[in-house]
């Protein structure tokens, strides 16, 4: 496959006309997309596009909407290893992870079937004399806001669901992964998508602006920094008439109760902090560690294991853990972070370094900023800091001290433990045993307070693509056998 | 339950009623979860304990 390096509006391809803007692999420096963003005005025409096709798709019968992401899903099987490589080379991921990316994709398009049945989809209930019957009707214009960390399936678990709804789609990805975007919008042309159903503008904050300021879309699933779902959410308060689904991040505690396995336990800290490199919203950001020998043995452990871990370039032999952060910026950002934690007082266990220059390859950092006060930011790369604890009260206290609420874990304990963190720990993914960027794509994702807007999305996120009808109805109108009190016919 | 039918216009929420009122009374939570803490049979690319 090659890149169009163009927009989508309306079933055509065309160049952007707004800004120039490159992307390039942030290992290896190679140029992988380079074209114009979407002004205004094509911002504006994608919209009048969605709009028009939208009619005609929202009548078009259940089962041929169901027929064309069937199609897509054979596309994206027959172009996997094509668009691995993108993602693989866009997000600085392995490609054997990018390879999951898009068996995650694969897998949506039956968990969406089954949920858009299951969440919405039609009932009804004879009543005699009429039917009771629920319905639900699609939105209208979609607009998608897609993340640079999972550039293919995070929007493909949003713009599935709004089109088998019934829904038209303009899609912005991130300016971080155009190619992936661009591939992603052949397939669906291969496998039939008719004009002006998804529409692509790739572009940075300008397009994302015209985009979620245009009057003419009916709702907004947006994926991405809180800082940036603050200002959506602000932005949309007043309009009634917009759904708005806000899947934002996360500073996820990583409790550690006690370690009847240090080996799994060390495992499980670091495919929870550090896999694909802190890039995943549910990664853990802080490991909440008994005071005393226990806890002192297992951060020997977990330092020891990072010094250890294999960080290099996406496609090297043997594959890395994790590879490069999507941008060198954002790698700069990390060492920054990492400088001012310990600025604040913070004692670095395992230190954080670039690994060659001009690239985004970083190594982990683990940081105890035990007692510290430090700020409640999601560090999206691969630092960790560590917090000492004295009792379980405590532990909880820590895990639940943030304004985010996405993901959290516990490590060890015993039943009653765990049934303990569930009841008290704020969070809409919460495991046991189990890293905490492991989530099931048959389930529910999406975190309370800064970690989103109550609108979950994956297992959910037909929910808010369609919106409920209900009807009494019946084909006869006919009087009923005895007039309400104070009527004469 | 009573029937607290609310209209769907383009002045009002997409409110969830009648069959739906729980939805927004609770959050859900999914959990993956194991009592036992174990290494997995093959350990992750790039991995060494």
């Not at chain 1, 002004?39 to 005609?56: G, I, K, N, Y």
């Not at chain 1, 600025?343 to 370094?353: F, N």
């Not at chain 1, 985004?360 to 560590?386: Q, Y």
């Not at chain 1, 304004?403 to 765990?418: M, T």
């Amino acid at each position: 496959m090659k890149a169009t390096e163009q927009l989508l509006i309306g079933g055509t391809w065309q160049a952007g006309r707004g800004e120039a803007f490159t992307k390039r692999d942030p290992v290896g420096g190679e140029c992988l997309w380079e074209g114009q963003a979407a002004d205004e005005a094509q911002v504006d025409a994608a919209v009048t596009a969605a709009r028009e096709a939208f009619p005609a798709w929202a009548r078009t019968p259940f089962a041929e909407r169901q027929a064309l992401v069937e199609r897509f899903r054979e596309v994206l099987e027959r172009h996997r290893e094509d668009l691995a490589a993108a993602i693989a080379h866009e997000t600085g991921k392995p490609l054997w992870e990018a390879r999951t990316e898009i068996g995650a994709m694969i897998g949506k398009v039956a968990i969406s079937l089954r949920a858009y049945q299951e969440r919405t989809g039609e009932r009804s209930r004879d009543l005699g004399d009429a039917t009771a019957v629920l319905r639900h009707r699609p939105h209208g214009v979609m607009a998608v806001f897609g993340p640079y960390n999972f550039p293919g399936h995070l929007p493909n678990g949003h713009m599935v669901p709004a089109l088998l709804a019934g829904n038209s789609v303009v899609f912005k990805p991130s300016e971080q992964t155009p190619l992936t975007a661009d591939l992603t919008l052949q397939c669906w042309q291969e496998a039939g998508l008719p004009g002006g159903v998804i529409n692509l503008v790739q572009g940075a904050a300008a397009t994302g602006q015209a985009l979620s300021a245009h009057p003419g879309i009916d709702g907004l699933l947006f994926t991405g920094s809180a800082r940036v779902g603050g200002i959506l959410h602000r932005q949309f308060a007043d309009q009634f008439d917009k759904i708005l689904a806000l899947e934002l991040g996360g500073n996820n505690p990583l409790v550690v109760k006690d370690v009847p396995d240090q080996e799994a336990a060390v495992l499980t800290i670091l495919q929870s902090a550090f896999l694909s490199g802190g890039q995943r919203c549910t990664c853990a950001r802080r490991l909440i560690v008994p005071e005393g020998q226990v806890g002192d043995h297992l951060l020997d452990a977990l330092s020891d294991a990072i010094s250890r871990l294999r960080v290099a370039g996406q496609f090297s032999e043997p594959a890395p853990f994790y590879a490069g952060l999507a941008n060198v910026a954002a790698a700069d950002g990390l060492l920054k972070a990492q400088e001012d934690l310990e600025a604040r007082g913070g004692t670095v266990l395992s230190r954080m370094e670039r690994l060659e220059a001009g690239t985004s390859l970083l190594s982990p950092a683990l940081i105890d900023v035990t007692g510290l006060e430090v700020p409640d930011e999601e560090h999206f790369g691969p630092l960790l800091k560590v917090y000492r604890y004295r009792d379980w009260d405590e532990a909880l206290r820590l895990a639940n001290d943030t304004r985010y609420g996405l993901s959290a874990g516990l490590i060890g304990g015993e039943r009653g433990d765990w049934d303990d963190f569930l009841l008290r720990i704020r969070a809409g993914i919460v495991n046991w045993n189990r890293q905490t960027t492991g989530a099931s794509g048959d389930a529910p994702f999406g975190g309370v307070g800064a970690s989103g807007n109550h609108r979950p999305s994956a297992y959910y996120a037909a929910d808010y693509c369609a919106y409920p009808v209900a009807s009494m109805e019946s084909e006869a109108l006919a009087l009923p056998d005895t007039l309400p009190p104070g009527v004469t016919l | 339950m009573s029937q607290n039918l609310m209209s769907i216009s383009t002045r009002a929420l997409p409110a969830r009623s009648y069959w739906t009122t729980a939805d927004y009374c609770a959050y859900p939570v999914a959990s993956m979860e194991s009592e036992a803490l174990a290494l997995p049979d093959t350990l992750p690319p790039g991995v060494t304990l």
